[in-house]
């Protein structure tokens, strides 16, 4: 059965990272209020603003199986807002009786009460942000939290009964060594979270730590970053320690115990619907993609005045929803079947990409197996580069 999946967005943090150029900001009180008043009011007129817009016909007969609320730091809306947007949720959407529903903190965010009001709201995965065990790598990028922040919180949420964790890891953060990174990885590994995210380390040109790049100057450790080899190091090496650990890596970034994938996640490598809400937030049913503004006055704006948040929307193409299949779905470590795409769009469509995916194997960076094309193991450090023979072909 078809199945719904919801990202909430809450574009607040505590601090702002020097590397981070997402819409997020500091704030306080006030805003929060105005924004999940926003929310709110979001969810409560959705059927009548997306059949206005042509958009999401089946959306709201599809349950719901798996709910994320990302940001951003989401625990700085404090459980009573939150649980009057669950509720709201509730009231809009059909929900599945099994449902995913992961929410991220930022290590120091929340504490035990706040993790029990969680639970009783649904919510039974947390996804949290430690980017590095080391302190002084998280003072170089302005993260407030510290390494002991990171494991005290883990155990607070296994003590109130949380048994599924999820932690980010960042390879590459400025002063960043081979054995520090190991120590990192050693730390997360320790605490034995369901999941594990590793993210190599990018920087945005538009971010502060971005635009001391491009000057080639010193300020936010800018003369600190590792380079591309020790990135590739790194990653080789998270790789085979999570391995050894027990870890199966079922995404590019992505690694988790048996059973713990994330269901949340894969909607978006297998072109599956979302509903996003909330500002800047993203949807998509498989045939149109859209999104809401992304500044956060101008969202609440909207919506005060019974206007429509979304700002853009496209009709996908047949060729645009098969490009989106390829550089997607072979995100996945398992690929793509072949014989999926033939069935969704034709093997007519589908034939024009096999010269690429023959190329691409020549060069020894995909690999066909028993219907399944996938990325080599020499091709996930490149695989933007692959990703993008896949468009315009």
């Known amino acids: 059965m078809e199945t719904l999946g919801l990202y909430i967005q809450v574009p607040f943090c505590a601090s702002k990272c020097s590397f981070c150029n ?6 306080r009180g006030e805003v929060y209020y105005r924004y999940c008043r926003a929310l709110a009011e979001e969810i409560d007129r959705l059927p009548d603003d997306y059949r206005r817009a042509g958009l999401a016909a089946n959306a709201f007969d599809l349950p719901v199986n798996s709910v994320y609320i990302g940001g951003g730091t989401p625990s700085l809306l404090g459980s009573d807002r ?4 669950v509720e709201a949720l509730h009231y809009r959407f059909l929900f599945a009786p099994k449902v995913e529903f992961t929410m991220e903190v930022t290590p120091r965010s ?3 009460d706040f993790f029990e009001r969680g639970m009783a709201l649904g919510i039974n995965r947390l996804s949290f942000g430690a980017q590095s065990f080391n302190d002084s790598e998280l003072r170089s990028v302005g993260r407030l939290h510290s390494g002991d922040d990171t494991r005290s919180m883990v155990q607070t949420a296994r003590g109130v009964g949380i048994t599924n964790i999820s932690l980010d890891l960042i390879a590459g953060l400025p002063h960043q060594t081979e054995a520090l990174w190991k120590a990192s990885l050693e730390s997360a590994i320790a605490l034995r979270p369901e999941h594990m995210s590793v993210y190599l380390f990018e920087i945005d040109e538009k971010s502060r730590l971005g635009r001391e790049v491009l000057r080639h100057g010193t300020r936010y450790h800018s003369d600190a970053i590792p380079d591309d080899d020790f990135m590739a190091d790194a990653y080789d090496q998270a790789r085979d320690l999570l391995r050894e650990a ?4 079922y995404e590019i970034s992505n690694f988790a115990l048996p059973g713990f994938e994330s269901v949340h996640n894969r909607k978006y490598w297998q072109l599956k619907p979302y509903v996003g809400l909330g500002a800047g ?3 998509s049913d498989g045939l149109f993609r859209w999104e809401n503004a992304t ?3 101008d969202y609440e704006r909207r919506l005060e005045h019974r206007g429509s948040p979304i700002t853009d929307q496209q009709r ?5 929803q098969l490009e989106e299949f390829f550089f997607l779905g072979l995100r996945q470590i398992d690929g793509i079947k072949l014989a999926e795409a033939s069935r969704r769009w034709g093997p007519e469509r589908v034939d024009r990409w096999v010269p690429k995916i023959k190329s691409l194997e020549h060069e020894g960076l995909l690999v066909r197996q028993n219907g399944n094309v996938r990325l080599t193991e020499k091709a996930l450090l490149v695989s933007n580069e692959v990703f993008q023979e896949f468009i315009g072909v």
Not at 22 to 27: G, I, L, Q, T
Not at 82 to 85: M, V
């Open 110 to 112: 929340a504490g035990k």
């Open 295 to 297: 500044a956060v006055e």
């Open 281 to 283: 937030a993203h949807s």
């Open 246 to 249: 027990g870890y199966i890596q």
């Open 22 to 27: 997402f819409s997020s900001r500091v704030e």
């Open 316 to 320: 996908l193409s047949p060729r645009a």
């Open 82 to 85: 939150i649980a009057r947007l």
